[in-house]
């Protein structure tokens, strides 16, 4: 009897187990069962082709599924794969998604479309085009190729192949990428770019071209954040800035370095960092930092706390050292550079290879005008050797310490020196002198042979 009362007890747990899997089973199915396509029109024909249901459905054609809508002047349905060909002024409708093609293909099982012609995307906030595409409604995720362009209010961005999210508007671009808003353009080799942020990150063969500020930069990876005007490029970017003088003729910044940032806020700052070059007509330099006020036309580098070197600075045969190297423009055309903390001018004689003009004080002013340098001033703890000349034959050289100095030049060379305030001086007769210029130098004396040329920041450019 207790036999009888358990085997009872386990048929019962089984039935139980049985509906439990039954049921499971019936919502699984009914989960991923597909919603069949619904196709109608003003005229239909009903045939069988290699065991497939096929009807042709022609004129005022309306094809549904879910929440998708296509309308279409002939639509080939193969009721067997839930799939059909549309033809001829096809419209897609899904939410604010709208695509316009002359040939598709919708696929019902995995819910997405496919044309092989001319397509357009539009949602109201943008339009999509290119010779071909794909689009998933259930993702809504388009895959777009061939001369792709996207459209919104902000930027045009063109490439050879664009996938877009609708979800989060973000596109992925590959393959001659450009995306050109109102004052400049990005191209690069693929790109990815939220729409609505207007934020973009570029990679490889970047080139930044700002028309407003006749500038361009190159670099391999690029991140640009439209919101909020900032914009970061790496990879050894180089910078070209092409400004017209106040004489008509051009003259070509170029800027170096691992690192540059762009702000444009009101500053309107280009910041270089790490192994910066600098190069623009007679001028050059090597430092650290260097920011690019755009707006203002100047240039400010200054040495870090952890720097070794200091930002170092040649005009023509001269050499520009200290803590803070300024440059200013004027109409584009060099009118002063400032020279702050330790500072040092040394300028070779051409003629002479060891005889170097040498100057130092706390603060260096250099003032240019059309024929180029005109007058240096120095101040605080002013310290120079000078040497002399008399009909252009060495004449000895002039040792001086002040606490003022005024430096007047022609042509570049130095015409006439003034001390002011506790001025000493000594003079070494040239017999003193020839064959012992080594001698006469300042406690911050030292050469730099790393003067950047044309041919070096060029190097790996595009």
């Known amino acids: 009897m207790l036999l009888i009362k358990r085997l009872h007890r386990r048929r019962k747990m089984l039935s139980r187990l049985m509906l439990i899997l039954f049921l ?54 193969n009721l067997t794969r839930n799939s059909a060909e549309l033809i001829s002024n096809v419209v897609v409708d899904q939410d604010t998604i709208q695509i316009f093609t002359e040939r598709a293909y919708y696929f019902g099982e995995e819910q997405y479309t496919y044309s092989d012609t001319n397509i357009t995307l539009e949602d109201g906030h943008f339009v999509l085009t290119a010779d071909t595409g794909y689009y998933y409604f259930d993702i809504e995720k388009a895959i777009f190729y061939s001369d792709v362009q996207l459209v919104d209010s902000v930027s045009i961005l063109n490439s050879d192949k664009l996938t877009y999210y609708n979800k989060t508007s973000k596109a992925v671009a590959v393959g001659n990428v450009e995306i050109i808003s109102e004052e400049s353009a990005i191209y690069a080799d693929s790109l990815v770019h939220f729409r609505n942020i207007n934020h973009s990150e570029a990679f490889n063969n970047v080139v930044i071209d700002d ?112 803590d803070t190297i300024n440059i200013y423009l004027d109409k584009n055309q060099l009118e002063m550079i400032d020279i702050r903390g330790n500072a040092t001018i040394i300028s070779q004689n051409e003629n002479y290879e060891y005889r170097f003009d040498q100057i130092t004080g706390d603060k260096i002013e250099l003032h240019f005008g059309e024929n180029g340098l005109e007058e240096t001033d120095v101040n605080n703890n002013v310290l120079s050797i000078y040497y002399m000349y008399e009909e252009g034959k060495p004449n000895g050289v002039l040792k001086s310490s002040s606490q003022r100095a005024k430096m007047f030049f022609e042509n570049n060379a130095v015409v006439d020196v003034r001390l002011y305030e506790s001025v000493e001086s000594e003079y070494h007769p040239e017999n003193l002198v020839e064959g012992k210029e080594k001698e006469f130098t300042l406690p911050t004396f030292i050469i730099y042979n790393n003067r950047p040329e044309l041919k070096d920041l060029l190097k790996g450019s595009r």
């Open 24 to 77: 499971v089973s019936t919502t699984m199915f009914a989960q991923t069962k597909t919603e069949s396509i619904r196709v109608i029109g003003d005229s239909l024909i009903g045939r069988v082709e290699n065991g497939e249901s096929i009807r042709e459905v022609i004129g005022n054609v309306i094809m549904t599924q879910g929440d998708v809508k296509i309308t279409c002047d002939k639509a080939i349905q």
């Open 211 to 322: 028309s407003k500020n006749d500038l361009n930069i190159t670099g391999n990876y690029l991140i640009d954040d439209g919101e909020n005007k900032y914009t970061r490029i790496t990879g050894a970017p180089l910078l070209r800035k092409v400004d017209t003088t106040s004489s008509g003729q051009l003259d070509t910044l170029y800027i170096r370095s691992m690192v540059m940032e762009s702000i444009g806020d009101s500053t309107n700052r280009l910041i270089a960092t790490d192994s910066v070059k600098i190069l623009r007509g007679d001028f050059a330099s090597v430092n650290n930092i260097s920011t690019l006020y755009r707006d203002e036309n100047k240039i400010l580098t200054y040495k870090k706390e952890n720097d070794i070197l200091p930002p170092v600075l040649w005009y023509s045969t001269s050499q520009m050292v200290g």
